[in-house]
């Protein structure tokens, strides 16, 4: 085995997943940095003196195939950070069904299985970590993201049942569901989500979020929320009974959408 610990980061041309690349350089780790644009994955390996660059599209079976592959072929990774994903604005009825499809397979199924490829060895090494990007989405419900939503509570709830089992096996691998609120990334360009409509002060810096990241891994934190604003909120809603948590998201929604953009109006 190497002597030097290995990371493999999904989503890292970019955003959160170039902040993890860059942070992991920096502590030492070697890289396999995986992605869909092939351009943006060399300039990030140029950019760090060099990592393994494999280009997939993780929502179709060859590209997840071949980094399952990749997984099960390294003898020394150390961390899977399972960063790919994407949003969509619209209502579910309404948007192309492709596109719910593609976020299904990218969020749920690629991060089972290359939870489940890393897993095999890191158990058998008693040695290794893996972090599920998710985010605070998970925790609740918006219209016109409940795809984003649920497949990121889904991503919570896996890394929770993972982190079970691997206590009752006695084993010292970690496992953590990274759940971030509004990070200033192409995330929000791509969807074509309007920034400004946010308040600056709930923005976070990609690098802040993978320091908090770092921070609890070390700390075997299983559930790493980002920012004291978005601790409290979630404090807030785990106190609140389901019925006002769906009131005030309702409310919230028409005062910033209009009765136009009403669910079911």
């Known amino acids: 085995m190497s002597a030097t610990p290995v990371a493999l980061i999904t989503g890292a041309s970019s955003g959160i997943g ?3 690349a860059r942070r992991l ?8 940095v995986v992605a869909r644009r092939r351009e943006r994955l060399d300039f990030i390996a140029s950019e760090l003196g060099g990592a393994e660059v494999l280009q997939a599209d993780l929502a179709e079976d060859a590209g997840l195939q071949l980094v399952e592959n990749r997984i099960l072929a390294a003898p020394d990774l150390a961390l899977l950070v399972n960063n790919a994903g994407f949003g969509s604005m619209g209502r579910f009825f ?3 069904v492709d596109s719910q499809d593609r976020m ?9 299985r290359l939870s489940h490829a890393a897993l095999r060895g890191m158990v058998a090494r008693g040695a290794g970590a893996i972090i599920n990007v ?3 989405a998970a925790f609740g419900q918006n219209p016109g993201s409940i795809s984003y939503c649920a497949t990121k509570a889904w991503m919570n709830s896996f ?13 010292p691998v970690k496992v953590q569901a990274l759940c971030p609120g509004f990070t200033i990334t192409e995330f929000q360009d791509v969807i074509g989500m309007d920034r400004g409509r946010i308040p600056a002060r709930l923005w976070m810096k990609a690098e802040d979020v993978v320091s908090a990241s770092l921070k609890g891994l ?6 790493v929320i980002p920012g004291r604003f978005y601790k409290v909120i979630r404090r807030l809603q785990g106190w609140a009974p389901r019925g006002l948590r769906v009131a005030a998201t309702l409310r919230f929604w028409r005062a910033r959408a209009g009765p136009e953009a009403t669910p079911g109006a």
Do not use: N
């Not at 070390?218 to 559930?223: K, N, T, V």
């Open 218 to 223: 070390a700390r075997d934190e299983l559930i």
């Open 104 to 112: 299904h397979r990218l969020h749920v199924i690629a991060t089972m």
């Open 134 to 136: 998710s985010s605070v």
């Open 159 to 171: 890394t929770e049942g993972l982190d079970i089992e691997l206590k009752t096996a006695g084993s």
């Open 25 to 32: 350089a920096a502590e030492g780790y070697g890289l396999i």
């Open 94 to 96: 309404e948007i192309p």
């Open 18 to 20: 170039a902040a993890f």
